[in-house]
């Protein structure tokens, strides 16, 4: 099945709305799916999807290109006793030790050598109060504290022209971000929620915060940070999951 048979892209409109323009683009794919396929076969299947996943990513970069910032509400609304979430049970989560952690840094940065705790948590931050919402269907909003993600890459000279940002964490887990989204000013290094350090569950020494995306792409308990041209997928994404989730 020729390539531009599957998936016909609607114009971009810069008026739409991009919940509605993102249901068209899901529709399209299902529509297809119904009447242009043998569903029978798996490979043609995952194929389809792929290419509606990269259509989305597409659809979703060029909308946030131009979009606002996410809602940050008033203190009084942040839960304290917030919901924890990984692909395994709190007690599992990776207990790393303050004094030895080193935060290493690859890619395209200038200037690798790792940063300790006490290098990290001595960058200026600031807090924000945002929503959480994870594509297992529940949202929350707490109150986060940490430095921009973009005053850190432009403190280690990273190439801001790369096209993603990759992490590494030391559960296994990992995850990647464009560009824009990396040095979008709400984007940040979180070390504490409801000003307390991170504790161990939620990502000790720090999980990076990102309001304007789904929980999964917000990689905790963070080991490696590198700069690249190549899209590095993710630990859900490499799953079957949309690399950009933009909320
Ligand atoms: N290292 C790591 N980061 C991760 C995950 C994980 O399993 N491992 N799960 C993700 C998912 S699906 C969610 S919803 C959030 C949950 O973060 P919380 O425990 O602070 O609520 O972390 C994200 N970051
Ligand atoms: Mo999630």
Redesign the pocket.
């Known amino acids: 099945m020729p390539e531009n048979e599957i998936i016909q892209p609607p114009k971009i409109n810069a008026d739409v709305d991009r919940r509605k323009l993102l249901r068209n683009g899901l529709s399209l794919g299902a529509l297809t799916l119904l009447t242009g396929c043998d569903i029978s076969d798996d490979d043609i299947v995952q194929q389809m999807f792929a290419r509606v996943s990269r259509w989305n990513n597409f659809v979703q970069e060029e909308l946030f290109s131009r979009s606002k910032l996410a809602p940050e509400y008033p203190e009084s609304m942040a839960v304290k006793n917030?919901?924890?979430?990984?692909?395994?049970q709190a007690p599992l989560a990776p207990v790393i030790e303050a004094s030895t952690y080193k935060l290493e840094l690859a890619g395209l940065i200038a200037d690798k050598r790792p940063w300790n705790m006490r290098q990290l948590y001595g960058l200026p931050q600031r807090s924000q109060v945002t929503r959480?919402v994870?594509?297992?269907g529940w949202s929350?909003i707490g109150k986060w504290t940490g430095t921009p993600l973009k005053t850190f890459l432009t403190l280690v000279g990273a190439d801001l022209t790369a096209k993603y940002v990759g992490f590494v964490?030391?559960?296994g887990?990992y995850?990647s971000i464009d560009m824009p989204t990396a040095l979008q000013p709400q984007t940040i290094m979180a070390f504490k929620?409801s000003d307390n350090i991170l504790p161990t569950?939620?990502?000790f020494p720090f999980?990076i915060r990102i309001p304007t995306k789904?929980?999964?792409?917000?990689?905790?308990?963070?080991t490696a940070i590198y700069v690249t041209n190549r899209n590095p997928g993710g630990?859900?994404v490499d799953r079957g999951y949309n690399w950009f989730s933009g909320i």
Do not use: S
């Open positions: 917030f919901r924890y979430n990984a692909w395994y959480h994870c594509v297992e929350m964490c030391a559960d887990y995850e929620l569950k939620y990502g999980k789904l929980g999964f792409k917000q990689p905790k308990f963070v630990f859900w």
